[in-house]
RNA sequence: CGGGGUGUAGCGUAGCCCGGUUAUCGCGCCACGUUUGGGACGUGGAGGCCGCAGGUUCGAAUCCUGCCACCCCGACCA
């Protein structure tokens, strides 16, 4: 393993791809794009997933699973739909394969082609709207309230590891309800409830807003999203959900009987998160040495690290450790002893920082002797000596702490990087010098929006739900405005 | 998908321009010994379709062509 890591202010770019390597998360495979996430990098994708889920089930919503393969036909049915996504479609055309001829290898079998061809989903819309129609047709059907975990396939042109590959693991929910208020209040309960978690669970900072026309999903009549800032200062979209109007219904053609004994068509939202809040966690919390991982993800919570000459020493802390972690597990800690001696200590340390523990204790002959043991923090990268007793009420604590400080710094960072601009040359300056979001006055039409964008590559990543009415003037062309929105360059 | 760059042992690299013994060095790996409170040291050893496929040549890591992958810049996108 090489030691260095490049530093983020060397090449914050460089950085983030060594890192995502180095500390076992993830690595390319031979499919352009495409990535393999490794167990360590999964085991933190599986915290987050199980975190999700639970939240998910608790606002009422189950699981169900749909196909991977969509008919071309179902696809064309919703036009804005295949706009946003035809170009970026992978597509099955043959179930078959056979020997060449010439015997030169494997080839497809060109009599195998077929009838209708499939498309890889890049999202499940229209298969799921499909469905529903089957499922829906009195009012007392309603609400559908359906998540899915799947991979899903774009074919990007330009892949990074968890920030944009061609084939990403997500959760997509899907829902349909009688009524647009309805519709509406689910979008934005999903809305709170990504917020929710990328706060508390991943100690991210997000605000919470909606999509200009623009930067709405292909179908979508609003599209409500959390924008998270990076510590390049660039934003990044860590989740998104949808209000589909009645677009889908219409165009599956899925309608159902009211109270009132009308026909009407069911209105629908669909919301998801993806591994890109992989990408996101790497890129908030972690720095030079190293990943930062907030103890709610931590695969590992603490590791132990025994320092000793030869294996009666050896036993002896051992003991006390298997102690120490009884009384951690007990309380629902993860904990890990490295008692490998293919390892020094120093090459331990250095690995778990490097791996984003949040916690290492390491117990010497003199802390037997003393009754002590050396407790280091990741995030603070502080160490100091404590006593074993009450260890595991202290480290609980700790963990806590750290959970905290993690989100508390995240947002004192996000809180600096939100400039006030109210002219166009200092949103060029500032989004030169000082990066982050910019908040400025915006006239509301996508041409000055394109034009911004086209200048200074800043986009308008959200209108802030808890915006504040105050009149202005557009920061590019002087028109009247009467919020501010958030501009920033992003991934 | 367009422009540029890179690809040599598990990782990082020298050699390539100007073709010619057994392909360089460091880390890592294996064995043994000494070590162990911040990436230990010594001695010995193993490991290579020089990205892949063709071509030029008496001879190719080196020159030419095609392909694949990765990185950077554009266009596009979660």
Same mark, same amino acid.
């Given at each position: 393993?090489?030691?260095?890591?490049?530093?983020?202010?060397?090449?914050y770019?460089k950085?983030?791809?060594?890192?995502?390597v180095k500390?076992?998360?993830? $690595?390319?495979?031979?499919v352009?794009?495409?990535m393999v996430?490794?167990?360590?990098g999964y085991?933190?994708w599986?915290?987050m997933q199980a975190e999700?889920?639970?939240?998910f089930?608790?606002?009422?919503?189950?699981?169900a699973?749909?196909p991977?393969?969509?008919?071309?036909?179902?696809f064309?049915?919703?036009?804005?739909h295949v706009?946003?996504?035809?170009?970026? &479609?992978a597509?099955?055309?043959h179930y078959?394969?056979k020997?060449?001829?010439?015997?030169?290898?494997?080839?497809v079998?060109?009599d195998?082609k077929?009838?209708e061809?499939?498309i890889v #989903?890049p999202?499940?819309?229209?298969?799921?709207w499909?469905?529903?129609?089957?499922?829906?047709q009195?009012?007392r059907?309603?609400p559908?309230?359906v998540?899915?975990?799947?991979?899903?396939?774009?074919?990007?042109?330009?892949?990074?590891?968890?920030? #944009?590959?061609?084939e990403f693991?997500?959760?997509?929910g /899907?829902t349909? /309800?009688?009524?647009?208020?309805?519709?509406?209040?689910?979008?934005?309960l999903?809305?709170?409830?990504?917020?929710?978690?990328?706060?508390?669970?991943?100690?991210m900072?997000?605000?919470?807003?909606?999509?200009?026309e623009?930067? #709405?999903?292909?179908?979508?009549?609003?599209?409500?999203?959390i924008?998270?800032l990076?510590?390049?200062g660039?934003?990044?979209?860590a989740?998104?959900? /949808?209000f589909l109007?009645?677009?889908f219904?219409?165009a599956?053609?899925?309608?159902?009987?009211?109270?009132?004994?009308?026909? $009407?068509y069911?209105?629908?939202?669909?919301?998801?998160?993806?591994?890109?809040?992989?990408?996101?966690?790497v890129?908030?919390?972690s720095?030079?040495?190293?990943l930062?991982?907030?103890?709610n993800?931590?695969?590992?919570?603490?590791?132990?690290?025994?320092?000793y000459r030869?294996?009666?020493?050896?036993?002896i802390?051992?003991?006390k450790a298997?102690?120490?972690?009884?009384?951690?597990?007990?309380?629902?800690i993860?904990?890990?002893?490295?008692d490998?001696?293919t390892?020094?200590p120093?090459?331990?340390?250095?690995?778990?920082?490097?791996k984003?523990?949040?916690?290492?204790?390491?117990?010497g002959?003199?802390d037997?002797?003393?009754?002590t043991?050396e407790?280091a923090?990741?995030?603070t990268l502080?160490k100091?000596?404590?006593k074993q007793?009450?260890?595991?009420?202290?480290?609980d604590?700790?963990?806590?702490?750290?959970?905290?400080?993690?989100?508390?710094k995240?947002?004192a960072?996000?809180?600096? /990087?939100?400039?006030?601009?109210?002219?166009f040359?200092?949103?060029?300056?500032?989004?030169?010098n000082k990066?982050?979001?910019?908040?400025?006055h915006?006239?509301?039409?996508? $041409?000055?929006?394109? #034009?911004?964008?086209?200048l200074?590559?800043?986009t308008i990543? &959200?209108?802030?739900?808890?915006?504040?009415?105050e009149?202005?003037k557009?920061v590019?062309t002087?028109?009247?405005s009467?919020?501010?929105v958030?501009?920033?360059k992003?991934?």
């Amino acid at each position: 393993m090489s030691k260095n890591l490049t530093k983020r202010s060397e090449d914050y770019s460089k950085w983030y791809n060594e890192l995502v390597v180095k500390a076992d998360l993830a $690595e390319n495979s031979g499919v352009r794009g495409c990535m393999v996430i490794k167990p360590y990098g999964y085991a933190i994708w599986e915290k987050m997933q199980a975190e999700l889920d639970r939240m998910f089930k608790e606002t009422g919503h189950q699981n169900a699973y749909f196909p991977l393969f969509i008919p071309k036909s179902y696809f064309s049915k919703e036009a804005s739909h295949v706009d946003g996504f035809a170009k970026e &479609c992978a597509v099955v055309t043959h179930y078959r394969l056979k020997n060449a001829e010439d015997g030169s290898g494997i080839v497809v079998d060109e009599d195998a082609k077929l009838e209708e061809e499939l498309i890889v #989903r890049p999202t499940s819309e229209t298969i799921i709207w499909d469905t529903y129609r089957k499922w829906v047709q009195s009012y007392r059907d309603l609400p559908i309230l359906v998540n899915q975990w799947a991979n899903v396939v774009r074919w990007e042109m330009r892949t990074r590891l968890f920030l #944009r590959t061609a084939e990403f693991l997500w959760q997509e929910g /899907h829902t349909a /309800h009688a009524t647009k208020k309805e519709a509406l209040a689910e979008a934005e309960l999903m809305q709170n409830v990504y917020a929710d978690f990328a706060e508390n669970f991943m100690a991210m900072p997000v605000i919470k807003g909606t999509k200009t026309e623009s930067e #709405r999903f292909a179908g979508a009549l609003e599209t409500y999203a959390i924008e998270a800032l990076m510590q390049d200062g660039k934003a990044l979209q860590a989740g998104t959900s /949808h209000f589909l109007g009645q677009n889908f219904a219409k165009a599956f053609d899925v309608k159902f009987t009211s109270k009132e004994g009308k026909l $009407e068509y069911v209105w629908a939202t669909s919301w998801g998160v993806s591994t890109r809040l992989m990408g996101a966690l790497v890129m908030t919390h972690s720095d030079d040495q190293g990943l930062v991982l907030p103890p709610n993800l931590a695969p590992i919570q603490v590791v132990i690290v025994p320092i000793y000459r030869g294996e009666e020493q050896l036993e002896i802390i051992a003991e006390k450790a298997k102690e120490i972690m009884d009384d951690l597990k007990a309380k629902g800690i993860s904990v890990k002893f490295d008692d490998r001696d293919t390892y020094k200590p120093g090459w331990k340390f250095a690995e778990y920082e490097l791996k984003g523990v949040p916690l290492r204790i390491a117990m010497g002959p003199r802390d037997i002797e003393n009754g002590t043991v050396e407790l280091a923090r990741r995030d603070t990268l502080t160490k100091e000596v404590v006593k074993q007793e009450g260890l595991s009420d202290s480290i609980d604590n700790l963990l806590e702490e750290i959970q905290k400080s993690l989100f508390v710094k995240a947002k004192a960072y996000r809180e600096t /990087h939100i400039t006030k601009v109210d002219n166009f040359e200092e949103f060029k300056e500032v989004l030169e010098n000082k990066g982050g979001f910019i908040s400025a006055h915006w006239d509301g039409t996508s $041409e000055t929006e394109q #034009r911004i964008k086209e200048l200074t590559k800043a986009t308008i990543r &959200c209108i802030p739900n808890d915006a504040e009415i105050e009149e202005g003037k557009c920061v590019f062309t002087g028109k009247p405005s009467h919020k501010r929105v958030l501009f920033a360059k992003a991934y």
